[in-house]
């Protein structure tokens, strides 16, 4: 092992695809910083400051918020990577967020369906909106040639516009009442988990992944080859339908309601989940790592705000944002897979 | 070109020159998909107010299916004639007698809202039509559009009281207050121009970004230091009656000016000749079109990155300007969805200047319209938001309407209108599309 504070170290790190590295060396970094800080100055900001970091609460709360970043971005990277770029994983996770509290409202908390729980059944509901909204969106994008960009911020007005006009129908208000119930952050943080791991297992280690790869990286090579390269990307898009429905009902499910007012509860998480991928170089670790971190942002300004910080709560809201555009100037030039945004015809 | 063809006629000359920017085949085709695209989500709108009148609780039903007997709590039919003919102040009577309601001037309420709405969505229309010709998709409109506000808001009330109050203290401020919104805004928008020229960071993000940016840190500045006193919203102080936008002919309380939509107009035609006839606008328009042909060509890609996302936010700020100046007479904490909505009015009009005016307008009326929704149905008025997502997914697959075109023989022959060569070869490759499956 080699320490990961040595100057090779960093510079391996600034080089070619080890954004992953230089991630973890920061954040680990930065941790370490702040536990020492702490640890000799308990009673200035620096040991308030990594109170937070290191409490239980803000773990959980870092959890619940990092699961509809992760997830979307390991979606974002499943239709990127097949060579469409999905700017609507925002909308995707407004929509299956209301769809999943809505399912969980009509079933009703505590009853179950055929033995399946409320709450299970609210996860497919939102699973199934998400799905659905990006089965259109590759339709779109696929058989009609769509510009990918325009499409996918067509996806996000539309569910940002749908949501709360469906909320107002069924519940009188743009925001739904509180169900009552929370799933805990110990499950988004297995979700989040296990959907990395497999997404890491299914990119690297099937024949899926490699087809994925080619249909954004070469997309003619695929075709030669005899697989279509429409199948492979209509694949990538409904899997991030999928892995963005979970996040959006996993941070639903995890307050009990649907916020529908303003730009509604996901807040442009989706967007972040865009760069939290990007910042991770299409790697489900680095999208963990990242979104990880901008979660953790979040968690701790929450928490700033509960020990009575007099900073004003709307600005330490603004961090997470004003990061990732600092994140995305530094990373800049990911690579982007040579095909995506681009139609691909097939040649007879 | 346009005068050597149409030399045939007299009349026709005249006419092709008039409209030769706007009727070459691709403006016709696109003219021909935004309004099917129109019609399609009204379509699409229409079966959503049904679907969410079956699903909605009440006691007696507003609109019986004809033949099934299917009872529904909304009637679409009535949303969308109160959406059309609200937004125009019912000129049309429905139900009475007579085509026309007696005693209806366009000078009323309900139209005045419209036009409000539609001078405020020339700024933002325009704003994101101007990136988008340099290849650049602008989504911080929005918040540039609340920097310039707040910048207008601030000047107004900071020179306010060293000028004698007035007309003359009123063009004054006026005119210092949309420069200092074109300057707020236009700053705002360079920096996502700035961060994609030098360090290639995608303009998508970041100004989505700088939005909520935007929102939060406008929002905290008031609070903390510009409120109002007593004010039991977050808002500033009113600017003087004497430096806002006049409610010439229409009532007061419509917030609509006739001059600032002139104005606006002026814009129109300011941009459109910067973008078409000046060397600045083409190196903008062919860095859109193509970047390395561009930067060959000798120009300098990284400065009209710049250059074209300084001017969309200028645009957008000035968009900010009448909002305070016209709509509101302060800033104030809610500011409406107008930079998006401004990306789906450049999107309708092929983000093309001279295509922002029918499309605001066509946009003021939705908005206008959702009001008397709100007033007059039950339906939620974020109907309007969805047929905002709906109207922009569909102009963004022209290729679906050229294939319903190919099927039905009606498009392929209004597109072949306008030059001799459509798309012969198109079909080939929607088939390949198809067999690959």
């Known amino acids: ?348 | 070109m346009s005068d050597s063809d149409s030399e045939e006629s007299r009349g026709q000359s005249v006419l092709a020159r008039v409209v030769a920017p706007f009727v070459d085949r691709s403006v016709a085709e696109r003219l021909l998909i935004s309004v099917a695209a129109i019609l399609l989500s009204i379509v699409v709108g229409f079966a959503l107010v049904l679907v969410s009148g079956r699903i909605a609780g009440c006691s007696s039903a507003a609109w019986t299916m004809p033949l099934t007997g299917l009872g529904f709590c909304y009637d679409p039919i009535e949303v969308y004639l109160v959406l059309f003919n609200g937004a125009l102040g019912y000129p049309f009577a429905v139900g009475d007698p007579g085509l026309f309601t007696p005693g209806w001037t366009p000078f009323n309420l309900s139209f005045g809202l419209t036009l409000s709405e539609t001078t405020l969505l020339i700024f933002t229309g325009l704003s994101v039509a101007v990136a988008f010709r340099a290849g650049l998709f602008n989504i911080g409109t929005q918040g540039q559009l609340v920097v310039g506000a707040l910048a207008t808001a601030l000047t107004v009330l900071a020179l306010a009281p060293l000028l004698p109050a007035g007309p003359v203290a009123g063009v004054v401020l006026i005119v210092a207050g949309t420069a200092a919104g074109a300057v707020g805004g236009g700053l705002w928008g360079a920096i996502p121009g700035a961060l994609k020229a030098y360090a290639d960071a995608n303009e998508v993000i970041t100004t989505i970004m700088l939005n909520f940016v935007a929102a939060n840190v406008a929002y905290v500045l008031v609070l903390e230091v510009f409120r109002a006193e007593g004010s039991s919203v977050v808002a500033t102080r009113y600017v003087p009656e004497y430096a806002q936008f006049r409610p010439w002919l229409f009532p007061a309380s419509s917030d609509f000016a006739l001059l600032a939509l002139l104005g606006g107009v002026v814009f129109i035609g300011g941009l459109y000749y910067f973008v078409e006839h000046t060397s600045l606008g083409y190196d903008l328009r062919t860095s859109g079109v193509q970047a390395a042909a561009a930067e060959y060509g000798g120009v300098n890609a990284k400065l009209t990155t710049v250059r074209a996302m300084t001017l969309s936010g200028a645009l957008g700020g000035v968009g900010g300007s009448v909002w305070v100046l016209m709509s509101e007479g302060r800033w104030m904490a809610s500011i409406p969805d107008l930079g998006f909505d401004g990306i789906t009015v450049s999107i309708l009009a092929g983000n093309n200047p001279i295509g922002v005016l029918p499309a605001a307008f066509l946009f003021g009326v939705l908005k206008g319209g959702a009001l008397e929704i709100g007033f007059r149905t039950d339906v939620p008025t974020e109907l309007v938001a969805v047929l905002r997502g709906l109207i922009i997914l569909f102009v963004a697959m022209p290729e679906f309407f050229r294939m319903i075109g190919r099927y039905t023989g009606v498009g392929g022959a209004r597109g072949a209108g306008g030059s001799g060569s459509t798309e012969p070869d198109e079909p080939a490759g929607g088939d390949g599309g198809e067999t690959d499956a």
């Open chain 1, 1 to 348: 092992m080699r320490n990961p504070l040595s100057p090779s170290s960093l510079l391996a790190g600034a080089s070619e695809s080890s954004y992953v590295r230089s991630l973890v060396v920061g954040t680990v970094g930065v941790l370490a910083l702040l536990g020492v800080l702490g640890v000799a100055f308990p009673e200035s900001v620096a040991g308030d400051l990594s109170r937070i970091v290191f409490s239980t609460s803000t773990g959980a709360s870092t959890a619940r918020l990092a699961a509809p970043i992760v997830l979307a971005g390991l979606g974002g990277i499943f239709a990127e990577k097949s060579g469409v770029i999905n700017i609507g994983l925002e909308g995707l996770l407004i929509i299956s967020a209301f769809v999943s509290v809505y399912a969980a409202s009509v079933v009703g908390v505590g009853n179950a369906v055929l033995g399946v729980p409320a709450l299970v059944v609210a996860f497919l509901a939102g699973i199934a909106a998400s799905t659905f909204l990006a089965a259109v969106f590759a339709v779109v994008c696929i058989e009609f040639k769509a510009d990918q960009i325009i499409a996918g911020l067509a996806v996000w007005l539309i569910a940002l516009g749908l949501a709360p006009f469906m909320s107002t129908v069924f519940f009188g208000g743009v925001n739904t009442p509180n169900l009552g119930v929370s799933v805990g952050w110990q499950y988004s943080a297995t979700l989040v988990v296990l959907a990395t791991v497999g997404s890491w297992w299914l990119l690297n280690q099937t024949a899926f992944g490699k087809h994925l790869r080619a249909a954004g990286e070469n997309p003619k090579a695929l075709d030669t080859v005899g697989v279509s390269v429409s199948k492979v990307r209509y694949a990538g898009v409904l899997l991030s339908g999928v892995l963005s429905g979970v996040g959006g009902s996993a941070l639903a499910l995890s307050i009990g309601q649907f916020v529908g007012s303003g730009e509604t509860m996901v807040q442009g998480k989706g967007f972040i989940a865009i760069v939290a991928y990007l910042f991770g170089n299409y790697n489900p670790i680095g999208t963990l790592g990242a979104g990880a971190l901008f979660a953790g942002l979040d968690a701790m300004q929450i928490r700033l705000q509960q020990l009575g910080y007099a900073v004003p709560d709307t600005l330490v809201q603004t961090i997470p944002y004003v990061v990732v555009i600092v994140v995305l100037a530094l990373v800049g030039r990911t690579q982007i897979p040579e095909a995506a945004g681009e139609h691909y015809e097939t040649e007879e």
